[in-house]
C-alpha cells in the first residue's frame, strides 16, 4: 500500500506561478525525500528532510514538514516548462526503506 | 559517472509467457533495488540487494517472480509466467551504501505490457 499520500493528483499552472503540493503520511519517518519524474524517465531525486527538520531550500525549491501532523509540502517557485512532472514523497522509515506516494501531477502551461 | 542502465526499454508479451529485465547500477554502489510502477501509481518496493545478499524481499511475488545479483554488480529480474496485472513499468535503482540518507539513483525503467 502506498504510505504517503500526494494532493492534489494534478495541478495546472501558468509560468512563472508557484506550485504546492503536500504529501500526508501514516506513520513514523526517519526522513521523507521528493521525487520527480518526467514523462517516459526514472525518477531524480530533488530534497531530503529529515524528521527533525522543519523546512529545507534546493534552489526554487522548499520543503516543510509537519511531524505532529505527519505532513510535509513542497513549493516550486517561479515555475517553468521543464518543471512539467510528476512530484512523488517518498517515506523512509527506520527499516531503510523507502516508501512513495502515487504522486502529483504538475503541468506548467507556456 | 554513467548513470544507471536498463534494458530492454519495452517489452511486450502475452500472458503466460516469461520475460527478464537487466539493470547495472552505478559503478561503485553497494544497494540495487527493483521497484515496480504501475500506471498512476507510485513505485513499489520489490527487492533490495546489499551487494550481491537480499536484504529485502518482502513485497517480491515469489511464486513467478524471482531477481539475482551475481557478483554484486548486475543484476536481473524475472517473472515467470507473466500475468496481466504484470504491465507496469519496472525500475532498477542503486545507491552507494544501505543509510537511511542515501540517495536512490533511478534508471530510465522498462515498461513492460502482458497482453
Known amino acids: 500500500s502506498q504510505q504517503g499520500e500526494e494532493d492534489p493528483q494534478a495541478l495546472s499552472i501558468q509560468e512563472g506561478e508557484n506550485a504546492t503540493m503536500n504529501c500526508s503520511y501514516k506513520?513514523?519517518?526517519?526522513?521523507l525525500q521528493w521525487y520527480r519524474q518526467n514523462s517516459g524517465r526514472g525518477l531524480v531525486h530533488l530534497i531530503l528532510?529529515?524528521?527533525?527538520?522543519r523546512e529545507k531550500h534546493s534552489g526554487r525549491l522548499r520543503v516543510t514538514l509537519d511531524t505532529s501532523k505527519k505532513s510535509s509540502s513542497l513549493l516550486i517557485t517561479a515555475s517553468r516548462a521543464a518543471d512539467t512532472a510528476s512530484y512523488f514523497c517518498?517515506?523512509?522509515?527506520?527499516?531503510?526503506?523507502?516508501?512513495f506516494g502515487a504522486g502529483t501531477t504538475v503541468t506548467v502551461r507556456a | 559517472e554513467a548513470g544507471v542502465a536498463q534494458s530492454p526499454r519495452y517489452k511486450i508479451i502475452e500472458k503466460r509467457q516469461s520475460v527478464a529485465f537487466w539493470c547495472n547500477p552505478i559503478?561503485?554502489?553497494?544497494?540495487l533495488y527493483w521497484y515496480q510502477q504501475i500506471l498512476g501509481q507510485g513505485p513499489k518496493l520489490l527487492i533490495q540487494?546489499?551487494?550481491?545478499?537480499?536484504?529485502?524481499d518482502s513485497q517480491l511475488p515469489k511464486d513467478r517472480f524471482s531477481a539475482e545479483r551475481l557478483k554484486g554488480v548486475d543484476s536481473t529480474l524475472k517473472i515467470q509466467p507473466a500475468k496481466l496485472e504484470d504491465s507496469a513499468v519496472y525500475l532498477c535503482?542503486?545507491?552507494?551504501?544501505?543509510?537511511?540518507?542515501?540517495?536512490?539513483?533511478f534508471g530510465p525503467g522498462t515498461r513492460l505490457t502482458v497482453l
Open positions: 535503482a542503486s545507491s552507494l551504501l544501505r543509510t537511511s540518507t542515501d540517495t536512490q539513483y
Open positions: 506513520t513514523s519517518i526517519n526522513n
Open positions: 528532510i529529515r524528521s527533525n527538520e
Open positions: 517518498a517515506r523512509k522509515g527506520n527499516d531503510y526503506k523507502l516508501s
Open positions: 559503478s561503485g554502489h553497494a544497494t
Open positions: 540487494f546489499q551487494n550481491n545478499g537480499v536484504v529485502d
